[in-house]
């Protein structure tokens, strides 16, 4: 018998509902447990108890576990699962039994960093979404050192190929370092900003996806993420 969890969990662990959804619906009167109007704060086991919304069973996700891994990727690797140019790809670097996993988004061959990867389509096709709002946070070391227009220039409204960019927040951390929060990712996006300034990107690191960092990760080195951080990533926290 599994562990007893919370109701707005369980509508959450099956990608039905978030838990904030879930709580106003719980409230509304459209789930039943075991034929009885379900109440807020209800506990339910996966297993043996009988979930309904709106008059439809609720079913737990296949029994195969998709799989969430955080890379601190390298560089010198591609992000691709093979490369026609004989490069080494990112996928070299995990290595999980009967499992094909695929990189979420894209770090460019020179830039290093924080990279998602799972066999889970769903998650990547959320996080690669242009609605997706969670920003991605990076390390920027550039040369020469930045003016104070130049700054001004990063975080004003700007275009690429005539596409224009989602404001980017701006934060000088050295005289030659920049942090800096995407909330998109054209392609090579940073290191085209900075040129169009006259700004040469030296190492671009990406150190966080919101509240998914990096710690202390060796580069090179890859875990997985817990049941918390998949669900924040897919915004099914409240």
Not at 3 to 26: H, M, T
Not at 114 to 135: C, E, K, S, V, Y
Request: a positive charge; glycine letters at 8%.
């Amino acid at each position: 018998m599994a562990e007893p969890i919370r109701l707005q969990k369980f509508f959450s662990d099956c990608g039905v509902l978030s838990r904030r959804a879930a709580e106003a619906e719980i409230l509304a009167g459209n789930v039943r447990v075991n034929g009885r109007v379900a109440s807020l704060g209800d506990r339910v086991d996966p297993d043996t108890d009988l979930v309904e919304f709106r008059g439809k069973p609720v079913l737990p996700r296949c029994e195969r576990a998709y799989r969430y891994v955080l890379l601190n990727k390298p560089r010198g690797i591609v992000c691709t699962a093979r490369d026609e140019k004989g490069r080494r790809p990112v996928t070299s670097l995990v290595s999980i039994p009967n499992t094909r996993l695929y990189p979420v988004g894209r770090l460019d061959m020179d830039s290093d960093g924080l990279l998602l990867m799972t066999d889970d389509g769903d998650f990547a096709n959320h996080l690669t979404h242009p609605r997706h709002q969670i920003p991605k946070i990076y390390h920027v070391k550039v040369a020469p050192a930045p003016t104070a227009e130049q700054l001004k220039s990063l975080s004003s409204p700007m275009t690429l190929d005539g596409y224009p960019l989602l404001p980017v927040e701006v934060q000088q951390l050295s005289s030659d370092e920049l942090e800096m929060r995407l909330y998109e990712g054209r392609n090579r996006q940073i290191r085209r900003m900075c040129e169009a300034i006259g700004l040469r990107v030296s190492r671009l690191t990406r150190v966080a996806i919101g509240k998914i960092t990096l710690g202390d990760l060796a580069v090179g080195k890859w875990r997985e993420l817990s049941p918390d951080e998949v669900d924040y990533l897919m915004g099914r926290q409240s």
